[in-house]
């Protein structure tokens, strides 16, 4: 697997606001305090926070006695561990073979003409973050893409910014806390 770059954020130039008691209760819900759980504990921390706060990953460090440069080891290998806060919804744009012969490119352009984002970026607005995934397995409805929770298929390109004009920032969904980390 390719490993993703990563910009390495300026800590002190962030003062992050989190409520970390979601974190002690992730790290409670595992058998112990063990850096074996790291992955798991890092999506169970994402899920709770949509990205992996800088302040969640400091305590991290200190409980599973684990430096940074491991951690962000881990999440360099995982596209779906962010350090950024996402838009409200995740544009997973399927970049597969199959996909881009029917236009995945021209959906993107539309994104970056209307939103003003590339693959990995957010927009001004916090809705989407955009990504691209490889193949999303269901070549036959390309081109595909995921928006949060929602898979949509055979997307005529140049209607697609139809379909993202549909989600709203007031609609999306509020997370669980306490339904991720007893998961
Ligand atoms: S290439 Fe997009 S679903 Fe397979």
């Not at 606001?17 to 979601?22: F, R, S």
């Not at 997973?92 to 970026?121: Q, S």
């Not at 809705?127 to 390309?142: E, K």
């Amino acid at each position: 697997m390719e490993a993703k770059n990563i910009e390495v954020v300026d800590q002190e130039s962030i003062e992050e606001e989190i409520d970390l008691e979601p974190v002690h209760k992730i790290l409670d819900s595992f058998p112990s305090q063990d850096r074996r759980y790291l992955i798991p504990i890092l999506q169970k921390v994402q899920a709770v926070y949509r990205y992996l706060p800088d302040k969640a990953i400091q305590l991290l460090m200190e409980v599973l006695e684990i430096t940074r440069a491991e951690i962000f080891g881990i999440i360099s290998f995982y596209p779906g561990l962010l350090i950024t806060e996402p838009g409200k919804y995740i544009i997973k744009l399927c970049y597969g073979t199959a996909c881009f012969v029917k236009g995945a490119n021209i959906i993107a352009n539309k994104i970056h003409e209307t939103y003003g984002i590339h693959p990995g970026d957010t927009d001004q607005t916090k809705l989407f973050t955009l990504q691209t995934a490889s193949c999303l397995g269901n070549c036959g409805a390309a081109p595909m893409c995921i928006v949060g929770e929602d898979t949509h298929g055979t997307i005529d390109p140049d209607k697609s910014i139809e379909l993202f004009g549909s989600y709203k920032l007031e609609d999306a969904p509020e997370q669980q806390t306490e339904e991720v980390i007893s998961k």
